[in-house]
């Protein structure tokens, strides 16, 4: 599969207002492909586990997965709506949405705090994407096989403290994903996503079925789905939202660009629920996978960021052809990453493309760059600067490291606000018949989201924010 050009077989109906030399997805499936392969990544595989730990498991769950629905789900409609109408980069799709439907031409800063979000998160994202590369290797060489709890927990404290390796594959990861940015995103991205994601989904049933016989599955999932609200605190809420933006990409205009490639005549409303269900359901599985060898090996639900890099390779350890499934198993992972990267860093490079007349070459070789040298300090925070907490005075911030701090910020506070952005102005202040045009819904539903865009996101989004600040 590949992006068709427009006015090949697979476009049809008009692209008002947009370039009419840029590609569309081939189909709905294409699109779907891709939008899954930028919300699938290391936020439901590394990171949905070792929040749901920290936070104490279910009903920390409860409150992620009713954000995803009520707030998760309206947004992506409209970040997708805003691009397919706009038809350019997300900055300049705003732009012309603003020209033709008279709006203050302001809106676009919701563009930049997405290109923003972007480049930060994709500076610690690439280490964590170094991290998998790197266990390749470790599960490849069988040094695995019937290890402890403690030596496998130790060969991963190796990994972080040492600075250069962590370089190494933080610059290898990086430049996966510029590779392909820098292709531009009709050669690449659609058919690496469309034979990778679904290996990791079989991959990741794999590890669910060996979690099953370490007689903790039972436990895992009350862990997961026996809310048990007395562990669940205000900044608890706050990271459950945070992670329903960041692991549906949304809040920082990818879904925006990605949806500037989308054929008229598609369902916006299918596509984004499909997209979210499917990568709701790799974070529960990733949990299902996970929470029995935590269980099964005394080991601490919240030990944190290292979570499935010292269980997973536990089980990889113990079951039978481990080291080939492990292999595999990082090996999907670092693919899962990559496309999410790319999608990290499509915004901006689209945008100084557009915007600058930079060609796409320079445009990746120059924002890659930038991002990969501010990964050099969340590089650092896992070793020699692991005791620098540079906003230590916020008690909020309290002991949070480089690379904690960039994750908090972009994540809690970033994409919700990007979100927010994006209700306000779907809700608030576009054409409402243009709106209407682009969702195409019966009109119940339309009322529905649009109800939920106008009042219940902006309001959610706004109760969380306050209650933490307070
Ligand atoms: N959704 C990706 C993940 O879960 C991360 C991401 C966030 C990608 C925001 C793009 C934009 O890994």
């Not at 292999?327 to 693919?335: G, K, N």
């Not at 060609?359 to 600067?385: D, E, P």
């Not at 994540?411 to 102005?425: E, F, R």
Request: neutral net charge; aromatic residues 10%.
């Amino acid at each position: 599969m590949s992006v068709s050009s427009s006015g090949s077989a697979a476009y049809s109906g008009s692209l008002e207002g947009s370039n009419a030399q840029r590609g569309l997805w081939s189909s709905r499936l294409a699109f779907i492909l891709a939008a899954t392969g930028s919300a699938v990544g290391l936020g439901n595989i590394w990171k949905f586990p070792y929040v749901t730990g920290e936070n104490g498991g279910g009903a920390f769950v409860l409150v992620y997965l009713l954000c995803i629905a009520i707030i998760g789900i309206p947004i992506m409609m409209a970040e997708v709506m805003i691009g397919r109408r706009g038809g350019h980069s997300p900055v300049n799709s705003i732009k012309a949405i603003a020209q033709r439907d008279g709006l203050n031409p302001a809106w676009k800063l919701v563009g930049a705090v997405g290109i923003l979000a972007g480049f930060l998160i994709l500076s610690f994202y690439s280490v964590i994407g170094g991290w998998a590369i790197s266990y390749v290797g470790t599960t490849a060489s069988g040094q695995l096989s019937g290890q402890t709890a403690d030596a496998v927990g130790a060969i991963f404290s190796g990994l972080l403290s040492n600075p250069g390796t962590l370089l190494l594959w933080h610059t290898v990861f990086m430049a996966l994903v510029m590779l392909v940015v820098a292709k531009g995103v009709r050669s690449g991205l659609e058919r690496a996503v469309s034979i990778l994601m679904p290996a990791l989904f079989v991959l990741l049933l794999i590890v669910v079925g060996y979690a099953m016989t370490t007689g903790h599955f039972g436990q895992a999932a009350a862990f997961l789905f026996q809310p048990d609200f007395s562990k669940l605190t205000t900044s608890g809420v706050l990271v459950a939202l945070g992670h329903a933006f960041f692991t549906l990409s949304l809040g920082m205009a990818v879904m925006m660009a990605y949806g500037s490639y989308l054929p008229k005549k598609i369902s916006i409303a299918k596509t984004s629920i499909t997209v979210s269900v499917i990568d709701t359901g790799v974070a529960l599985l990733a949990g299902l996978a996970i929470f029995p060898i935590v269980f099964a090996n005394g080991l601490e639900p919240g030990a944190g960021p290292g979570l499935i890099f010292q269980t997973l390779p536990l089980a990889f350890g113990q079951m039978p052809l481990g080291s080939l499934f492990g292999t595999l198993f990082f090996v999907l992972l670092i693919f899962a990453a990559w496309t999410s990267g790319i999608s990290l860093l499509e915004p901006i490079v689209e945008w100084l493309e557009e915007q600058k007349g930079m060609n796409r070459t320079v445009s990746t070789l120059g924002a890659g760059a930038v991002c990969w040298a501010l990964g050099i300090a969340s590089i650092l925070s896992l070793n020699l600067w692991a005791d620098f907490a540079p906003l230590g005075f916020i008690p909020m911030l309290e002991g949070k490291t480089i690379f904690d701090l960039l994750d908090f910020f972009t994540a809690n506070i970033l994409l919700p606000l990007g979100g927010l952005l994006v209700a306000l102005m779907a809700g608030w202040v576009m054409s409402k018949p243009a709106m209407e045009k682009e969702l195409a819904l019966s009109p119940g539903a339309f009322s529905l989201w649009f109800v939920t865009v106008r009042f219940i996101t902006p309001i959610a989004v706004g109760v969380v924010f306050i209650y933490n600040l307070m």
